[in-house]
């Protein structure tokens, strides 16, 4: 592989991107988790398979979009879609959890809607869905750095606010924390990672890889720091192991990438059961 | 002469069209400890959601620090415990340093980072509830009595002028609830600090209050200890909607 990566740019293009999306995704998905905001990233990401779909149909049909990629009406619908999440939430104050029924049926629906106008599922189509390793071009590669400056900006300058915010929000408010501007910046940028994410992970998959590793780094962090180190680091590994399987069983990576998270998770979830067991016989 | 902490001005609150709140009068001052005490439904939430800052101002004035509330600025002067504090997320993965950290925001400014300085006062604020020694532990891993103190430590790191509580010790077995009053009353005592208390349990922390607000919907009631050791058994079961019967400082120490 060491070979093939240093003579096709393509490679080099996949690699770069999924170590990137490995940081963001996990760093991201670790305020998504402890705020229970889990399934809204599941919600944004077929609101991104409307506009992927849209795209690829209107491409068909209208020469603009014939040279538009389309992962750009893709992050363009995901962020609409983070917004009218919001606008829901505030209409739906006591069900706020309706807003993501809502907006993922509204995607699928669209998606469906465009996907059946194309005349089905295509190579491209499969490839957003599902992530693939080949397809990561500079353009792509290009927009999921941008897009990992922005959301380590946001984290970076933000930090305090959205700890504060996720650990109690009524707090946060009573502290000053402008969580009415700050909400609606931080779907924003959930759906910015979802975008950036795709292309690697495919649009299905997306969420998996915001929540399976922290999902295992939550198991053996104290700290909110460690939580984020150990996301990260497990979403390395994932993306790492998944690419290579990808590359040699030439498959869709986000299979892989998420095939990956899981195993991590088994195996933290074993290794704190059985460090519990014996611990418990030791009397502690 | 003490400075004015809050100043409530006629203020009425409406949901749903029910009044619940009716032309309320309360004036705290410097190193005052009060407690705010009526039955479930009285508007005690309200009306400490309204001093916060956390539902509108429908009718009549709050001022903080003589400035109404819309202008509030210093909100690093107030320390607020909620009702809710100890029924976080217990899985959340924070330390307990990171969690009192987290009270210096309102201190920060914005896209200011956290510095040394503030370890050094996230230290103090800990060991003035004696839980220093809990700073790198899970908050999640503290008994309840021992995350209420960490809360409290969370709003004392920005050393505020006072402190708000909102029935704090729901949650807590009574020997944690007697050594959190005491806790209470010591920050009162030693560091100055004013205490608004919303609680129930009416005769252990009338004992200790300065003074006294007995609210349902209008405020019966609100001045002094010995003003309120005065009030009638009676009287006071009739607002309170139920008999009430207290046990007064002199019988309680008998």
């Keep these: 592989m060491i070979e093939a990566l240093l003579n096709y740019q393509f490679l080099q293009n ?32 077929h609101v991104a ?115 504060t915010l996720s650990f109690d929000s009524e707090y946060a408010l009573v502290a000053g924390v402008k969580g009415r501007y700050l909400q609606p910046l931080f779907m924003i940028i959930v759906a910015l990672v979802i975008g950036a994410s795709m292309r690697i992970v495919g649009i299905l998959l997306v969420s998996s890889l915001m929540t399976i590793p922290v999902a295992a780094a939550i198991q053996l962090a104290k700290s909110f720091k460690g939580a984020l180190g150990l996301s990260i680091l497990f979403g390395e590994i994932a993306v790492i192991v998944g690419l290579i399987a990808a590359f040699y069983l030439d498959i869709a990576p986000g299979g892989t990438i998420v095939v990956c998270s899981i195993f991590l998770l088994v195996c933290v979830l074993l290794w704190k059961k059985v460090n519990g067991m014996m611990r418990s016989r030791e009397g502690y | 002469m003490a400075r004015t902490l809050i100043n409530i001005r006629n203020v009425s609150y409406r949901y749903h069209d029910v009044d619940v709140l009716k032309n309320i009068d309360l004036m705290v001052k410097e190193g005052e400890f009060w407690a705010l005490i009526g039955p479930n439904g009285s508007g005690k939430s309200t009306l400490i959601k309204l001093l916060l ?8 004035e709050i001022e903080w620090f003589g400035e109404p509330i819309q202008q509030l600025k210093n909100r690093d002067q107030i320390g607020y415990v909620s009702q809710k504090s100890n029924a976080f997320n217990s899985s959340f993965p924070a330390t307990v340093f990171e969690v009192v950290r987290s009270g210096l925001v309102s201190q920060k400014g914005l896209f200011s980072r956290f510095t040394k300085a503030d370890e050094v006062k ?133």
């Design chain 1, 14 to 45: 996949a690699v770069w991107a999924g170590l990137i999306i490995g940081i963001i995704a996990p760093l991201l998905g670790l305020f998504i988790v402890v705020r229970r905001l889990a399934l809204i990233a599941d919600a944004l990401s």
């Design chain 1, 49 to 163: 398979l409307a506009g992927i779909a849209g795209s690829l149909y209107l491409s068909q049909q209208v020469a603009f979009f014939a040279t538009l990629n389309p992962i750009f009406l893709g992050i363009g619908t995901a962020v609409g879609g983070s917004l009218l999440i919001e606008r829901l939430r505030k209409t739906y104050k006591d069900f706020e959890e309706l807003a993501i029924p809502i907006i993922l049926s509204a995607g699928i629906g669209f998606g469906a809607i465009f996907i059946s106008l194309a005349k089905g599922f295509s190579t491209d189509l499969v490839g957003y869905l599902f992530g693939s390793v080949s397809a990561v071009g500079r353009v792509d590669l290009y927009v999921i750095i941008g897009i990992a400056i922005v959301v380590i900006l946001f984290i970076g300058l933000f930090y305090k606010e959205l700890f």
């Design chain 2, 53 to 60: 800052g956390l539902l509108p101002v429908q009718k009549g």
């Design chain 2, 122 to 254: 996230v230290h103090e604020a800990l060991q003035l509830v004696q839980m220093d020694q809990f700073a790198g532990r899970s908050i999640g891993q503290l008994s309840g009595g021992q995350q209420q103190r960490a809360f409290i430590a969370r709003a004392l790191v920005s050393k505020p002028s006072i402190l708000i509580m909102d029935e704090p010790t729901v949650g807590i077995d009574q020997q944690n609830v007697e050594k959190f009053y005491e806790l209470l009353h010591r920050l009162n005592e030693q560091q100055g600090i004013a205490i608004l208390l919303v609680t129930h349990e009416i005769d252990l922390v009338t004992s200790l209050a300065s003074h006294v607000a007995c609210l349902n919907q209008t405020m019966h009631f609100h001045g002094g200890q010995q003003q309120y050791e005065q009030l009638d058994d009676e009287q006071y079961s009739k607002w309170y909607g139920h008999p009430v019967r207290r046990v007064h400082q002199k019988e309680g120490a008998e």
